[in-house]
């Protein structure tokens, strides 16, 4: 398996652990092409600080219990709870207040860049043409 399908498998993890906990707006893009750091970048939105902080626990937890054993380089925003940043390297997991995506508007940033097919109901479907590679 490719470094870019791990990161994938990594992505769609998170993102099932933040519908579970009713995350909206959730959308992930491969970015390796624009930035050579990381591979892929996972957005979720809550609608309450205790809803982004909820929605970071539950996706820094699956990844390590469903993940191998994932932990963040890096965990930022934890105290704010507007804007979580979880930093696994070769991902990475933004966790928005929706206030401050309504703000910052993170999917328009990257919005250039491939969706990955998430495998989750509420994600936006993503025509064949331009979803990133599933590796299956």
């Not at 994938?8 to 491969?30: M, W």
């Not at 937890?61 to 934890?78: A, C, I, M």
Request: net charge negative; hydrophobic share 40%.
């Amino acid at each position: 398996m490719s470094a870019l399908e791990s990161s994938i498998e990594s992505v769609r993890i998170a993102a099932a652990a933040a519908d579970r906990l009713k995350a909206t707006g959730l959308v992930a893009y491969d970015v390796t092409k624009p930035v050579a750091i990381t591979d892929a970048m996972l957005i979720a939105v809550g609608s309450n600080e205790r809803q982004v902080l909820a929605i970071a626990e539950e996706v820094e937890k699956d990844l390590y219990l469903k993940g191998g054993h994932l932990k963040p380089v890096s965990r930022e925003g934890l105290e704010e709870a507007q804007w979580v940043l979880l930093d696994y390297g070769d991902f990475v997991v933004h966790v928005l207040h929706r206030e401050a995506q309504d703000f910052y508007q993170l999917d328009r940033l990257w919005n250039d860049c491939p969706r990955i097919d998430l495998h989750v109901p509420q994600a936006p479907e993503c025509s064949d043409d331009d979803s990133a590679q599933d590796g299956d």
